[in-house]
């Protein structure tokens, strides 16, 4: 009986923490998120070379193998700096042997040709690392 008044007392605790102080209960801000993702950086050389090859597509302006390519981005996960809709458009990064698009992605905000910054994503958008070298 102890237990369970212990239990039901700390639930109480983090469901009052959650409401009135979302700030202190999640493990994360959203701040916090957009910091570490912005922090982390891959070189154009680090990239897979499927990877090369899409970010050279991308500054070429194309051609795009797939269809999905060039399709705006949401952001929904808010893992990228908060922009309009819009900004950000996705293309897919080939996996070798995978049966779909795969997970790996580039991300590019900014003009077509000329964006203002790419991120990579190796595990389809959960993180990002923004991609700099010669283009900078």
Same mark, same amino acid.
Not at 3 to 27: E, V
Not at 48 to 71: A, M, S
Not at 106 to 118: E, K, M, S, T, Y
């Given at each position: 009986?102890?237990?369970?008044?212990? !239990?039901?007392?700390?639930?109480?605790? #983090?469901?009052?923490?959650?409401?009135?102080?979302?700030?202190?209960?999640?493990?994360?801000?959203?701040?916090?998120?957009?910091?570490?993702?912005?922090?982390?950086?891959?070189?154009?050389?680090? #990239?897979?070379?499927?990877?090369? /090859?899409?970010?050279?597509?991308?500054?070429?302006?194309?051609?795009?193998?797939?269809? !999905?390519? =060039?399709?705006?981005? =949401?952001?929904?996960?808010?893992?990228?700096?908060?922009?309009?809709?819009?900004?950000?458009?996705?293309?897919?990064?080939?996996?070798?042997?995978?049966?779909?698009?795969?997970?790996?992605?580039?991300?590019? =905000? =900014?003009?077509?040709?000329?964006?203002?910054?790419?991120?990579?994503?190796?595990?389809?958008?959960?993180?990002?690392? !923004?991609?700099?070298?010669?283009? /900078?």
């Amino acid at each position: 009986m102890r237990f369970a008044a212990a !239990k039901f007392a700390l639930t109480s605790l #983090l469901l009052a923490l959650a409401i009135t102080r979302p700030d202190l209960a999640q493990a994360r801000s959203q701040t916090d998120r957009l910091e570490q993702g912005s922090s982390a950086t891959i070189a154009i050389a680090e #990239l897979p070379r499927q990877g090369r /090859e899409t970010y050279e597509r991308i500054r070429q302006g194309g051609p795009f193998p797939l269809e !999905k390519d =060039g399709v705006v981005f =949401g952001n929904r996960e808010r893992q990228l700096p908060s922009q309009r809709r819009g900004y950000y458009r996705e293309y897919t990064v080939q996996t070798p042997g995978s049966r779909d698009r795969g997970a790996r992605r580039i991300v590019c =905000g =900014g003009p077509a040709r000329q964006p203002h910054a790419c991120y990579y994503t190796a595990d389809h958008y959960a993180s990002f690392r !923004k991609i700099v070298g010669d283009h /900078e």
